[in-house]
C-alpha cells in the first residue's frame, strides 16, 4: 500500500521560502511509471497543480506557469521523497499542501494517492 | 476565477441519480482525454473516483461514472448514498504539462 507523509512547516514570513517535503512508502521516487506532483487549495485559488517530478530515464520536472518563476520541486532518491521549495512568498500562497502520485493506473493526470495536507500560512 | 466551469451544487435524494458537469474549452476538456474527478468529504484530502474520463480505479463503487462529449465532460452517481454526500471536483490536461480544475461542486444527500 502507498502511502505519501508530508513534513515541513505551517507557517512562513513573507517573502521567504516556503519548504515541503513527501516521504514516500510503497513505491520509490524512481519509478519509470509514477510521476510525482504538488497540489495546493485555498478558498481563492481553489484546486492548484503545482507541478511534478518524474524519472524516465534521467528526471525531468514540470511547473505551472503561474509559479513557474520561484518553484522546484526535486527528488532524494537516498530517502525515497520529493520536496516543494517555493519562494518569495506572499499572503497569496497560504493553502493547504498536498503531495500526490500519478502515473502507475496508466494515467499521468489521475492522483491516486495523496499526502494528508498541510496547511501553510504566510504571514509575519 | 477556475479554469473548468462547475455547478456550484447539486443535490439528490437517497436512490436517485445525479449528474455533475464539467464544462471546459478545446485546449483542454475537448482536446483531451485527461479528464478526472475527484471527492472530498471536510478536512479530507480529495479522492480520484474516475480517471481518463471513463475509469474507475480499484476500490471505487461501480455506481460511480465518467463521460464527455465535446467541451462537457460529466460525473454520474446512480442510487445515491448518504456517505456520497461530499465535494466533487473535475480536472483536465490543458496541455504543455498542464493541469486545471473545476471550481467544485457540493453534493447534498437529501
Known amino acids: 500500500q502507498v502511502q505519501l507523509q508530508q513534513s515541513g512547516p505551517g507557517l512562513v514570513k513573507p517573502s521567504q521560502t516556503l519548504s515541503l517535503t513527501c516521504a514516500i512508502s510503497g513505491d520509490s521516487v524512481s519509478s519509470n511509471s509514477a510521476t510525482y506532483n504538488w497540489i495546493r487549495q485555498s478558498p481563492s485559488r481553489g484546486l492548484e497543480w503545482l507541478g511534478r517530478t518524474y524519472y524516465r530515464s534521467k528526471w525531468y520536472s514540470d511547473y505551472a506557469l503561474s509559479v513557474k518563476s520561484r518553484i522546484s520541486i526535486n527528488p532524494d532518491t537516498s530517502r525515497n521523497q520529493f520536496s516543494l521549495q517555493l519562494n518569495s512568498v506572499t499572503p497569496e500562497d497560504t493553502a493547504v499542501y498536498y503531495c500526490?502520485?500519478?502515473?502507475?493506473?496508466?494515467?499521468?493526470?489521475?492522483?491516486?494517492?495523496w499526502g494528508q495536507g498541510t496547511l501553510v500560512s504566510v504571514s509575519s | 476565477q477556475p479554469a473548468l466551469t462547475q455547478p456550484a451544487s447539486v443535490s439528490g435524494s437517497p436512490g436517485q441519480s445525479i449528474t455533475i458537469s464539467c464544462t471546459g474549452t478545446?485546449?483542454?476538456?475537448?482536446?483531451?482525454?485527461?479528464v478526472s474527478w475527484y471527492q472530498q468529504h471536510p478536512g479530507k484530502a480529495p479522492k480520484l473516483m474516475i480517471y481518463?474520463?471513463?475509469y474507475r480505479p480499484s476500490g471505487v463503487s461501480n455506481r460511480f461514472s465518467g463521460s464527455k462529449s465535446g467541451n462537457m465532460a460529466s460525473l454520474t452517481i446512480s442510487g445515491l448514498q448518504a456517505e456520497d454526500e461530499a465535494d466533487y471536483y473535475c480536472?483536465?490536461?490543458?496541455?504543455?504539462?498542464?493541469?486545471?480544475f473545476g471550481g467544485g461542486t457540493k453534493l447534498t444527500v437529501l
Open positions: 500526490t502520485r500519478a502515473g502507475n493506473i496508466g494515467s499521468y493526470w489521475g492522483f491516486d494517492y
Open positions: 478545446r485546449s483542454d476538456v475537448g482536446g483531451h482525454n485527461y
Open positions: 480536472s483536465s490536461y490543458r496541455g504543455v504539462s498542464t493541469l486545471v
Open positions: 481518463d474520463v471513463t
